[in-house]
C-alpha cells in the first residue's frame, strides 16, 4: 500500500498530566509492536526519554482512525515528535496512554518502599493500550522468552506474513492481520522461531479470523469474566490473559503473575502468597491499590528485571 508522505508535528508533554517517559513505556515489556529506526530496541533499560524515533504500523482501531497509519515518534525537549501518514495525535494519546493522569495514578499507589523505589528510578513510564490481536499473540509468545527475543518474533511475523506500506521510498509492515496468520503452516511459523507456541498461534489466529472469538470481546465483562474469556485462546493461560487485560483493554487492576513479580511477592509480600493464581493475584492486586494495581505491578517488573533489588 502507498502512502503520498510523512506530515509532522509534536505534542508538548507539558499539556498532559505527569510525567512522560517514551523509552520506558515502549521498553518495558508490555508492547512488542514497536520497533527504533537504530535498531537497538530493547538493549538499554535506562531512561533516557526515547530521543530515537520509534516507529510502528498502526491498524484502524474503533473510535480512533478508521486506517492503517504509519507512526513515528521521539521525545525531544519536552516534545513528543511525530511524523506520520495522517494526523497521529488522538492515535498517539490513545496507544501510548497520554490521557492517564500519572500524578494522581502515583498517589493512588501504596506507601511501599519496593514501589516508591521502582517509581523513582523510571519515572514517566506509562501503560500502553495497543491492539487487542497484536497483544494476544504477542503474549503468547512470550512464554520462557527474554523480551528482545518476543520482540524479535514479532518483528519477523510482520515482515514475513504482514501487509507492506510504503512511504517516499521506505516501507513499513505491519503485525499481520488474523486472516494473515491463519493462513500460515504450522512449519512457517515454526521457520520464525515460534517452536511449541507456532500452533498456539495459528489455531489462536484463526479463531479470531473466523469470528468463533475474539480478544475484545473480553471487554465486555467484569475483570476476573474477561481474564477467563480470555483463556478460551490456545496458548492462553491466566497469565497472559492478565497481560492482555493490561496492555490492551483497560484493565489496570490487572496483576500478571510472572516470574519477577511471584519473586517480589515471595520476598517482600509474602501475606499475598495463596493457594493458586487467582488466589495470590487477589491478594496482591488489592495490596497494590486495586485500581491501578497492574500500574504499581508494571514499574515493579521494570524495576526488578532491570537489576533492583527486593
Not at 493522569?101 to 521502582?118: G, M, N, Q, R, V
Not at 509468545?141 to 518474533?153: D, E, F, G
Not at 506500506?165 to 520464525?192: G, I, K, M, N, Y
Request: aromatic share 10%.
Amino acid at each position: 500500500m502507498d502512502h503520498s508522505g510523512f506530515e509532522s508535528g509534536s505534542i508538548d508533554l507539558q499539556d498532559i498530566a505527569g510525567p512522560f517517559d517514551l523509552q520506558a513505556t515502549l521498553e518495558s515489556g508490555q508492547s512488542y509492536l514497536w520497533d527504533r529506526s537504530d535498531g537497538g530496541m530493547y538493549d538499554s533499560m535506562s531512561v533516557s526519554g526515547g530521543p530515537k524515533w520509534y516507529e510502528t504500523v498502526a491498524p484502524p482501531i474503533d473510535g480512533i482512525t478508521d486506517s492503517s497509519i504509519i507512526i513515528r515518534v521521539r521525545q525531544r525537549e519536552g516534545q513528543l515528535e511525530w511524523e506520520a501518514t495522517e494526523d497521529p495525535v488522538d492515535l498517539l494519546e490513545h496507544l501510548l496512554r497520554l490521557d492517564d493522569d500519572l500524578a494522581s495514578i502515583y498517589d493512588s499507589f501504596p506507601d511501599d518502599e519496593l514501589i516508591k523505589t521502582a517509581v523513582e528510578s523510571f519515572s514517566g513510564l506509562r501503560l500502553v493500550r495497543d491492539p487487542p490481536f497484536s497483544t494476544l499473540i504477542s503474549f503468547i509468545c512470550s512464554a520462557q522468552m527474554r523480551v528482545s527475543r518476543i520482540h524479535q518474533m514479532q518483528m519477523s511475523m510482520a515482515n514475513t506474513f504482514g501487509t507492506t506500506h510504503t512511504v517516499a521510498d521506505e516501507s513499513f509492515t505491519a503485525f499481520p492481520t488474523p486472516s494473515q496468520l491463519a493462513a500460515q503452516s504450522e512449519s512457517e511459523l515454526r521457520d520464525l522461531s515460534l517452536g511449541y507456541r507456532a500452533p498456539y498461534v495459528q489455531r489462536t489466529a484463526k479463531m479470531v479470523a473466523t469470528d468463533e472469538a475474539h480478544p475484545a470481546t473480553a471487554g465486555e465483562y467484569n475483570y476476573e469474566k474477561a481474564r477467563e474469556y480470555l483463556t478460551q485462546f490456545i496458548g492462553v493461560g491466566n497469565k497472559v490473559a492478565d497481560c492482555v487485560l493490561l496492555f490492551s483493554l483497560d484493565y489496570t487492576e490487572a496483576v500478571p503473575l510472572d516470574t519477577w513479580i511471584q519473586t517480589a511477592i515471595a520476598e517482600h509480600f509474602p501475606t499475598c502468597d495463596r493457594d493458586g493464581y487467582i488466589q495470590t493475584s487477589r491478594a496482591i492486586r488489592d495490596r497494590l491499590g486495586s485500581q491501578y494495581a497492574g500500574y504499581a505491578q508494571t514499574y515493579v517488573f521494570y524495576y526488578l528485571r532491570s537489576g533492583g533489588e527486593v
